[in-house]
C-alpha cells in the first residue's frame, strides 16, 4: 500500500530494495525506526535470521525510539497523505 501511495504521489522511492538481510534491516530501520530492546531480543531470537548486527544504542530508552518510530516516513507523507492513512502504514508496518 505504502508503495502505491508513494507511486501516485509521484515520489521517487524504492522501498526495501536491498542486496543481503543485513542490509534490509538497515533500510527498514531507515523508514520505521531501530528496534526496542524487546523487538531486539524476539529478532535475535528468530532462528535462521543473521541480524546480529543489529545493536540498542547506549542510553537510549525504549520510549525514546518509540517516539522517533516512522520519523523518515512521517516527514515525507507529512501534509500529503490523510492522517488516518498514515496510521494504518504505521499499524501494518
Not at 507511486?7 to 530501520?29: D, S
Not at 523487538?39 to 547506549?58: H, V, W
Request: glycine content about 4%; some cysteine; aromatic content about 6%.
Amino acid at each position: 500500500m505504502l508503495k502505491l501511495l508513494l507511486r501516485y504521489l509521484n515520489k521517487k522511492v524504492t522501498l526495501f530494495e536491498a542486496k543481503n538481510t543485513n542490509h534490509l534491516c538497515k533500510i527498514i530501520m531507515e523508514y520505521i525506526g531501530e528496534p526496542t530492546r524487546y523487538e531486539l531480543k524476539e529478532m535475535l531470537a528468530t532462528p535462521g535470521k543473521d541480524i546480529m548486527s543489529l545493536s540498542i544504542k547506549q542510553g537510549v530508552s525504549d520510549e525514546e525510539i518509540l517516539r522517533k518510530r516512522f520519523k523518515k516516513l512521517d516527514a515525507m507523507l507529512k501534509n500529503i497523505v490523510p492522517d488516518n492513512c498514515i496510521d494504518f502504514i504505521h499499524q501494518v508496518l
